[in-house]
């Protein structure tokens, strides 16, 4: 299992502009199945990890996300928001946020680690997650180790390459739609 590879705040990196992107499937929160190398055949796909739906600031960002969806598919661009939680949780997230884009599950943080976005967040952090925000971190994941993504945004390019990216370790910091507008390839 993925759990021997347990990285750091520090350690994971991120893939970088220029780095290809190897296909992968996940299911949404009505269970259809998402294929990268079928929506990039449709036009570039920006994507976005978050960290789930207790996460004031992740429903904010897919919140404001959702308000300028429009300027992002006039780019021809499909948008997808990946998360560890499980379908229930991702509905969740759907009611908060009013996502209408592909709310998708990372069963077993196959897409992050496949973007080098996950990490295991201290003891300390993810009692207060779990206590303080009703994170539920080992029921809302495939399994209990309680990693987390990096909330990141890549735009993808037809060419299957990275072509954008906004990664910052700082939870806080979030792309804006004006960037990702301008760097839709």
């Not at 780095?19 to 190398?37: C, P, R, Y």
């Not at 055949?41 to 308000?67: A, E, M, T």
């Not at 300390?124 to 809302?140: F, P, Q, S």
């Not at 993504?149 to 700082?170: C, E, L, M």
Request: net charge positive.
């Amino acid at each position: 299992m993925a759990q021997t590879n347990l990285k750091t705040l520090k350690e994971a990196k991120g893939l970088q502009v220029g780095d290809f992107v190897k296909n992968f499937t996940a299911k949404d929160l009505h269970n259809n199945t998402f294929v990268l190398s079928d929506a990039l055949k449709k036009g570039p796909v920006v994507v976005i990890f978050y960290r789930g739906q207790w996460c004031p600031i992740c429903n904010k960002h897919l919140s404001h996300l959702q308000d300028s969806l429009q300027l992002i598919y006039d780019k021809g661009a499909t948008v997808v928001a990946i998360s560890p939680e499980n379908s229930e949780f991702l509905k969740r997230t759907a009611e908060k946020t009013h996502a209408s884009f592909s709310l998708l599950y990372d069963e077993e943080y196959k897409i992050s680690d496949l973007f080098d976005v996950t990490f295991k967040p201290d003891s300390i952090t993810v009692t207060i997650y779990n206590t303080m925000l009703g994170a539920n971190l080992k029921n809302a994941h495939s399994d209990n180790s309680q990693r987390l993504p990096i909330p990141a945004t890549f735009i993808i390019g037809q060419d299957s390459k990275i072509a954008w990216r906004h990664f910052d370790p700082n939870y806080k910091k979030r792309s804006t739609v004006a960037d990702i507008v301008k760097n839709i390839p």
